[in-house]
């Protein structure tokens, strides 16, 4: 009678398991906008507008034939932000560089600024899940991927790569600080070239960086930015009910994974991302998502 009920127990684990699974792999395409508020702005610097706005995007990891990603982030051009930021991870193959232009080929039309992630520099690995529910940091495949040529059509569409630069200039009639690092999880980051206040005559100042680790996050709160975008985390990716993340795969603590959050004197927005990496094609309780966020005067 126990192994009985043994093997009715296994058997509803092992059913409960694969429906979790098939539905997290639809939910990869349930792709959301988040939106935010923050008074940031110094009165009259809106001009009667009512708000500042910036189209976060991160973590594509494109494959060919994704066109359902293709389609929403293309979408996303509607809402016609003043700026767009990408905080990087753009590809999750060889042949993903196309399809990237094409979702964001309209907001590359419009002011926009870039950092990149390793899984721009290299493919992807498969993933022991077990290693990465652990935390433990996996060594990069180092199979280049085309990510130079993806920078250049970027650049000449217009966007300005902030990985180590200090970028200053106008959108909107918005006086723009921003500066950037290359990504802090495989210890890229190089903080030292780009140290310092932002400009004291910027109208919002702003830190890239992709993966949110806390030696870069408090650089920029040290130095006086106003806000940091990060991605990398994925939200946590596999998370529980509510959207709790189980791990971050960075050093930030869980309960700030994604979405608006404080960090010190400076507030920080970790993005969900729009994408995972190939070999892992899952998501619970943590959809893909892109963030608007509304800079208003304070």
Known sequence: MRVK?????????????SSALAWGYTERNNFQLREYELP????????????FTILHVSDLHMIPGQ???VDFVSSLDALDPDLVINTGDNLSDLGGVPWVLDALGPLLNRPGAFVFGTNDYWAPRPVNPLKYLTGAK????YVDLPWEGMRAAFIERGWQDATHQRLEFKASDVRLALAGVDDPHHDLDQYSKIAGAPHPDADLAI????????RVLDAFATDGYQLALAGHTHGGQICLPGGRALVTNADIDRKRASGLHRYGDMWMEVSNGLGQSKYAPVR???PPSA???RVVER
């Open 40 to 51: 940031l702005l110094k009165p009259g610097v809106l001009q009667g507008r009512d708000a």
């Open 284 to 286: 619970l309780f943590c």
């Open 5 to 17: 009920k043994l093997k009715q127990l296994a058997l509803a684990g092992l059913t409960a398991g």
């Open 207 to 214: 830190g890239l960086l992709h993966a949110p680790y806390r």
């Open 138 to 141: 996996r060594e990069p495949s």
């Open 291 to 293: 963030a608007l966020i």
């Open 67 to 69: 066109q359902a990603k």
